[in-house]
């Protein structure tokens, strides 16, 4: 494999098409109307179907694109090929939906020829697009300003500028959506579940927490050995204390047990009860509350803990470990 070291042409080329790149997206945010902004964002946030992204060529993977970060913010949006909805995809397609149509010529032929259908249809059309005097610029309800100088790299021919611009115009502009929209974290994360905001805004203790049998819980009378027996039964690494109502006294932890089989007379190992080796009055947490916060009770405080007894009111119901937050990756 050829190696490329900084000063070498090739390496500074890339440096300076990005740069050109970058160049040209500001040059996009300044010669954009704030009025053509402002009624874009209007249109897809009073609109009561979805927004139907338009492209062809590497303008259609742009589309795709911004439809994917627009229904992943809270806007459903769909890609559709010109070509395919002139041959039946165009069935997607209401008067309750918003268009939103990306060529740096404005006058690809098969987006010019989708748009009287649109009009039939009272679907409003916002337009990414590099000539404001073209036939998609003209036929547009909102037209946002994406002309650039010149592509990228030395030929001026690939679409590379064109389409960072117009990716670049897409994504602030889902961002002006969800904005207008109101769109909170909280909202945000559910279309995420699967990431890690998401997790931590979604995810509850009692997704993760060991109940019904796998709680590991022995009456205060309980002797040492029985408790070693319920700590090594369920390898969780404690065990919840609770009274014949099923209330919480107490929590104790296999280091507890170690540290008082070690300190105690072996001759009053036999008089060594739960009650005696339990923590009373534990931290706990509820079921409901998100398992980012046992996150931070156990890790935040003086000394760390690796367990939290789960409690609903007063009743053991369960007990999370910090390991089996870590390991849904929070």
């Not at 090739?10 to 053509?36: G, H, M, N, T, Y």
């Not at 249109?43 to 303008?59: F, Q």
């Not at 300003?145 to 030929?155: D, F, P, R, S």
Request: aromatic share 2%; hydrophobic share 45%.
């Amino acid at each position: 494999m050829a190696h490329i070291s900084v000063g070498t042409p090739a390496f500074q080329q890339v440096i300076e098409l990005l740069q050109s790149e970058a160049k040209a997206i500001e040059a996009c945010a300044r010669q954009l109307d704030a009025k053509e902004v402002e009624r874009a964002v209007s249109l897809i946030c009073s609109a009561k179907g979805k927004v139907v992204t338009l492209g062809v060529g590497k303008s259609g993977i742009i589309a795709q694109k911004i439809a994917a970060t627009m229904t992943s913010t809270g806007t459903e949006a769909v890609a559709i090929h010109p070509t395919d909805a002139m041959h039946g995809d165009l069935g997607y397609v209401s008067s309750n939906d918003v268009a939103l149509a990306i060529s740096n010529s404005g006058e690809t032929d098969e987006l010019i020829e989708l748009l009287p259908y649109l009009k039939h249809r009272a679907v409003p059309i916002i337009a990414i697009v590099g000539n404001l005097k073209s036939t998609l610029a003209r036929n547009a309800d909102a037209v946002l300003n994406a002309t650039i100088e010149k592509e990228a790299g030395y030929l001026n021919l690939a679409p590379t500028t064109s389409t960072s611009v117009a990716l670049a115009l897409g994504d602030a502009l889902a961002m002006a959506v969800m904005h207008a929209k109101g769109i909170n974290a909280e909202e945000f994360a559910i279309n995420h579940p699967a990431g890690r905001l998401g997790k931590r805004l979604t995810l509850r203790v009692a997704d993760l927490m060991h109940s019904g049998r796998d709680n590991p819980t022995v009456l205060p009378t309980a002797t040492w050995l029985e408790v070693l027996s319920v700590l090594s039964e369920k390898s969780l690494g404690a065990v919840n204390v609770i009274d014949s109502e099923g209330n919480l006294l107490g929590i104790i932890t296999d280091g507890d047990v170690r540290r008082w089989v070690q300190r105690i007379k072996p001759t009053e190992l036999e008089y060594l009860t739960a009650d005696k080796m339990m923590t009373k009055n534990p931290i706990t947490i509820a079921p409901e509350r998100l398992a980012v916060e046992a996150l931070d009770m156990m890790e935040n405080r003086p000394s760390q803990i690796s367990v939290l007894p789960v409690v609903a009111g007063k009743k053991s119901i369960g007990l999370i470990r910090i390991h089996d937050i870590v390991r849904r990756g929070l």
